[in-house]
């Protein structure tokens, strides 16, 4: 009889535990979203193709953002990005994205400077799974500048507390104006 008593308050405790632990889906998307959404600024934007030298120093490097700094247009305040909720299990990502500001001129490509390009992401969140972003295609106009015309699609690759990594396919040119095949930027954002 002692078993049998021990046996049932050990069910009793398991299933307080069990019932207790279970967090509803409101709750796991609410506290996701107090750890996600704020304001990030940009660490990192590293070009995944063969390096390149931006500001004509002579040096090429992979990792863009401090060749960025040297470079007419740079400011770097600009470089942030917000996250924000967008209604019941789904948040908006602003970002603005610098890039080179390349320019064909009498059939060469020049670097004017650094221009930022704003861009709006939706992402979805799946209880108990970790958010997954759903690829977009960037559309421009027939007059926009080399550099977005070169751009295939924008799809996050990371969004998590603290970090949020922004990839984009597309063209990358050095001061030279050689062009180099088609790859991927990352833009890497902290939380501040």
């Known amino acids: 009889m002692n078993k049998s008593i021990l046996l049932s308050l050990l069910i009793v405790y398991a299933l307080l535990c069990v019932g207790c632990s279970k967090e509803s889906q409101s709750d796991a998307f609410e506290k996701f979203s107090e750890e996600i959404c704020g304001k990030y600024v940009l660490t990192e934007i590293h070009w995944s193709g063969s390096a390149v030298d931006l500001d004509g120093d002579g040096d090429a490097y992979w990792d863009i953002l401090g060749e960025f700094g040297n470079i007419n247009g740079y400011?770097?305040?600009?470089?942030?990005?917000?996250?924000?909720?967008?209604?019941?299990?789904?948040?908006?990502?602003?970002?603005?994205?610098?890039?080179?500001?390349?320019?064909?001129?009498?059939?060469?490509?020049?670097?004017?400077?650094?221009?930022?390009?704003?861009?709006?992401?939706?992402?979805?969140?799946?209880?108990?799974?970790?958010?997954?972003?759903?690829?977009g295609r960037f559309q421009v106009s027939d007059d926009a500048l080399v550099f977005l015309k070169s751009i295939e699609n924008i799809e996050l690759t990371e969004f998590n507390d603290g970090k949020v990594v922004v990839r984009v396919y597309c063209q990358m040119f050095d001061c030279s104006g050689q062009t180099s095949d088609k790859n991927y930027m990352y833009y890497t954002f902290t939380r501040k």
């Open 75 to 135: 400011f770097e305040p600009m470089n942030r990005c917000s996250v924000e909720e967008s209604g019941q299990s789904s948040f908006y990502i602003n970002c603005l994205l610098p890039y080179p500001d390349f320019r064909l001129v009498s059939g060469e490509y020049r670097l004017n400077g650094i221009s930022y390009q704003p861009v709006t992401l939706h992402e979805e969140y799946w209880y108990e799974n970790i958010p997954t972003a759903s690829i």
